[in-house]
């Protein structure tokens, strides 16, 4: 029996009990809360410290957009990709797997992201088995329809969201940011949720989190993951505290570049945190509807920070021979062509096409912005470091390489898999067809075989 027969079999006697509990009491159980950090001093965002890589002359980042279920799949494709090719290393022959230095996700992307981070090589095959491959989704729906969950929700403090946060904490096994942190050769982990009050990206990063005076290292994964998550509507908010006014002193910013309109927004968004009287909360929803791909702000903080030299300065101990930027797009087709029909489109389509057509636009817009960006990167090299040590090597590459679920080779088979619903857990053959496709598309990118071909290893297979 599915969890939805569950559901619906003893559905009305367990909504009767839920009554019953609603009617004589309403709980007061509160939440995880993030805790003030320990210590801030008054570096300035350009100082503040940045994730170090690994000792090696390549600096890969990998962003998995969201999707659900479908872009989980098909993100863990290509990390599986990645793991299977072979380029030469110092020691002979090595996973390219083995070279990411920072792994990005949002929504159903952050929660692949997140548990390669905590797991490392241990997550072949065990986030297929633990996740992609379970009805997480129906299992979540019986979860929340225990008569102890039910009364929890009664308190105003909790949430939907918070029972998928319970369920995301067993996945990940209680892991936090801290413990990732101390989990050496492990990537470092970006993940984004949306700032409901702004409409803008909100980052689990030590920038972000110096912002609020919090202490980054605490906060759970499954917590970031479920904000990022957190589809407006059908789950509701995660709420951190801002601990802003606890801080001795205040975070300094730089102000570099700040005729930039890109610039500004991202300065005028960060400046909103530091006023814990204006803004003492926080509230997270999906971060696919400030930034689906988790790329724009990377982006933006680039060009705050005066360039990329700037932006990467800390990230090696060697000089950058390789920037790689590998960019997993996800996103599906709406539904229904609204646009063949005269009659008026229904609610239901309004959404989808507000989804997965609007949102599909500006996740091409944000695609484009990173083709620019890369282009002015790779000027900025041919020129000066303006007399400071450089973080690159002279003859240093560019790669930007981008994944689309879209570019899946076969036409029946491309249509099929962006019909694929976006949801917590879809069929195993469709998680089957996604992670073979997630493979193919990046076995077949030119830009990745270009990368190939410049580390000397073979070309991927089809």
Known sequence: MTGFDHAVRHGPRVLLLGLALLLSACSSVRPWQNL???????????QQPLPASQDNQMLMVVSLSGGGARASAFGYGVLNALRQTQVPGPNGPMSLLHELDV????????????????????????????????NFQDNLISYALKPG????????????????ER????LFKGKTFGDIAQQPGHPSLLISAT????????????????????DLDSVPLSFAVAASSAVPLALSPLTLKNYNHHCAQPVNMDASDAGAYRVRLLRDSQRSYLDASDRPYIHLVDGGLADNLGLRSLLDRSQAEGGLRRAV???SATPIQKLVIIAVNAERDPNERIDTQDEVPSTLQVVDALLFGTGARATQETLELLRDTAQTWRRELRGSSGG???????????????????????????????????????????????????????????????????????????
Request: proline share 7%.
């Open 36 to 46: 003030p950090a320990k210590l801030l001093d008054n570096r300035t965002e350009a």
């Open 167 to 170: 369920r995301l904490f067993e």
């Open 103 to 134: 792994i990005s996700g949002v929504s159903g992307g952050s929660i692949t992201a997140a548990y390669y981070a905590a797991f490392g090589a241990d997550a072949f095959p065990a986030f297929e088995e633990q996740f992609l491959r379970k």
């Open 313 to 315: 300065r800390r990230m």
């Open 388 to 462: 400071a040590p450089d973080p690159f090597a002279p003859d240093a590459q560019i790669h930007v390489i981008n994944v689309n679920l879209r570019d899946a080779p076969e036409l029946a088979e491309r249509q099929f898999l962006l019909k694929i619903p976006t949801a917590f857990s879809i069929p195993a053959a469709d998680v089957s067809r996604l992670i073979d496709a997630g493979a193919r598309v990046l076995r077949h990118s030119p830009e990745f075989q270009a990368l190939l071909r410049s580390l000397g290893a073979a070309p991927a297979a089809p």
């Open 149 to 164: 969950n039910l009364y929890d929700l009664t308190s105003p403090w909790l949430g939907r969201t918070h029972l998928l």
């Open 195 to 214: 700032d409901l009050s702004l409409g803008a990206s909100f980052e689990f990063t030590w920038r972000q989190f110096s912002l609020i005076c919090s």
